[in-house]
């Protein structure tokens, strides 16, 4: 039990150096990265909003962990600041680093993200952009998918409650077969 809680104090020490505070430039390269990554790009011209979230990371050894810092977008323009935490459960290994972009369907759904603490089982409808392919479990179903690359979206990317959410892996490798939901925090800017 010891090596285990030592194992995960080195992940969640891994997750911590992983996620340093974002650049200003971090944002707005991301939001490129994104704008330019086939289905993904699409939802820029009909989301009613987005959160980006530049480094994200990632560790477990049987049980893991994720953080990372983002910020809120309305009509282009940054309303807030948002942080995302992960708890997963179940065979894993290793550690990574992604980007994730969450998209708001419409005013409703944005609302219910800011409203402080909101959680969902991004695994359900997260669509990975760099080659891939996955299964996941969530809180809120299971899903599978496949990419070709980061400009090559065209997978089963679509609003789930209003939220639509896609990543792309920055590095680092993971193995993986859990069950994990994301928590999200949000803070108005002043």
């Known amino acids: 039990m010891k090596s285990q809680v030592a194992a995960l104090m080195s992940c969640v020490a891994l997750v911590a150096l992983s996620s340093t505070p974002a650049r200003a430039d971090e944002y707005a390269d991301t939001i490129a990265v994104f704008e330019k990554a086939g289905e993904s790009a699409a939802f820029f011209k009909n989301a009613h909003g987005y959160a980006v979230f530049p480094t994200v990371g990632k560790g477990g050894i049987g049980i893991g962990g994720a953080y990372g810092k983002g910020r ?10 948002a942080t995302m935490t992960q708890l997963s459960v179940g065979w894993q290994l290793g550690g990574q680093a992604y980007s994730e972009i969450v998209f708001f369907e419409d005013e409703r759904a944005l609302r219910e993200f800011t409203r402080g603490d909101f959680e969902f089982g991004a695994g359900a409808s997260a669509v990975a952009i760099t080659a891939a392919v996955g299964a996941q479990a969530s809180t809120a179903g299971v899903s599978a998918g496949a990419s070709g690359g980061r400009h090559d979206a065209r997978t089963v990317g679509r609003y789930y409650k209003g939220m639509a959410t896609f990543t792309v892996a920055k590095g680092g490798l993971m193995y993986e077969a859990t069950v994990s939901g994301q928590k999200f925090s949000y803070t108005p800017a002043s």
């Open 72 to 81: 809120v977008y309305v009509g282009g323009k940054p309303i807030g600041e």
